[in-house]
Each structure stands twice: as C-alpha cells, then as structure tokens.
C-alpha cells in the first residue's frame, strides 16, 4: 500500500487563520451531551476559507463559477511538490522556469509556512508574473502552504489570472514533512454549492 501523507491543516479553535483575525477563526459549541442524557453533538461554526480549501472563481471575480462546478478527476491525480523553501517574499517566474513545468500540472508550492502553525505576515506568495507563466503554460491546478496564494497586490491579479485561466486554487496545505517529487494527488473538499470556496482534506500518496 502506498504512504499516505495527510497535507490538511486541524481544523480546531486555535488555528492559524488569515492576519491572526479573531472572526475568522472556527468556533465549535457543544449544543447537547451526555449529562443531559442525550447523544453528544457539536457546532462548528467557520468561513470556508478556513484550513486548507479549495477557491472557486467567485471568491475574486464577480458573476464566477462556483465551487460545484470544480470537478473531483482535477482536484486528483498526479502532482509535483516544488521546493522553494529558500525564496523569500514571493515566488516570480524566474524561480519557477527551472522547473520545466508542463501543461495540466498539478502544483504545490512548499515554502516557510510549512514550518510553522502561526500566521506569517509576510508570506511568500505568488507573484503576478510566475501566475500569468502558469497560466500561459496551461498548469492544471496550483496549491500553496500558505492561507494566502497572493498577497500586497492590488486588484488581486495571482488570483484572477489563474482563475480567468481556469488554474485551480488551493491554499492552507501541509507540507512540512513532504519531500519535493511527484506524488497522487486527492483533495476533497465539501460537497458544497452556490458558494466561493469549500475547506478540503488534502493528502498526497507516494
């Protein structure tokens, strides 16, 4: 049986969650228990942001698709993770052309953030420049280890030209103990509908 590395982030109370905010962090309330001599139940209140999630082209782009129309044979299949733990700020086309990436790929980006479980505020994120060569090479989906893909870019343009060019997004996945190589590839997200994103477990198999 092939490892199965779980790339998903916990989905708990004292999660990383965007620029630290306390109202996008996930609630969960026990609503009934055993003491009450009922079953026990919970509560779980979060955006769909949370974790580690799939975007749907709504999420950037007025009138987009939403997350029902991302079919699961893209969201699983052969992937590769790139190392680019030595990059610092952003991730632009110059780091990425060594790679030799090629069309329908799928893509996960390891960076510092695998390294930790605080939010880092200056995340390395994909620059406007390395998202239009994916585009233009025709990559099938991009996955990031941050809780961002983009970040300090006006107008959002990582994620409308991926989106625009039907590039999938994925962000929040784990990648600490995953070495660069190619790997099958399962995200599920939640079978969710009419909205911008959905929280997915993640996992890569050797």
Not at 18 to 43: A, F, M, R
Not at 104 to 117: N, Y
Not at 119 to 145: K, P, S
């Amino acid at each position: 049986m092939p490892k199965i590395h779980d790339i998903s982030m916990t989905i708990e109370e004292s999660m990383q969650v965007w620029k630290s905010y306390e109202q996008k962090k996930p609630h969960i309330t026990n609503v009934q228990n055993h003491d009450e001599g009922k079953p026990h139940e919970s509560l779980l209140s979060m955006n769909v942001h949370t974790g580690t999630h799939v975007d749907a082209p709504l999420h950037m782009i007025a009138g987009g698709e939403t997350i029902e129309t991302i079919s699961l044979d893209r969201l699983c299949g052969p992937a590769r993770v790139l190392d680019l733990t030595h990059l610092q700020g952003h991730i632009a086309k110059e780091d990425l052309v060594p790679f030799a990436i090629q069309r329908g790929e799928r893509l996960l980006f390891k960076t510092a953030s695998s390294f930790t479980e605080e939010f880092i505020l200056d995340f390395v994120f994909l620059r406007e420049d390395g998202a239009r060569y994916l585009a233009e090479i025709g990559v099938g989906l991009v996955a990031t280890d941050a809780l961002g893909i983009e970040r300090a870019q006006p107008e959002y343009p990582t994620h409308r030209t991926l989106m625009r060019n039907d590039v999938i997004i994925v962000e929040g996945v784990r990648l600490k103990d995953v070495e660069a190589g190619n790997y099958t590839l399962i995200i599920a997200p939640l079978k969710l509908t009419g909205i911008d994103a959905s929280p997915a477990r993640a996992f890569l198999m050797d």
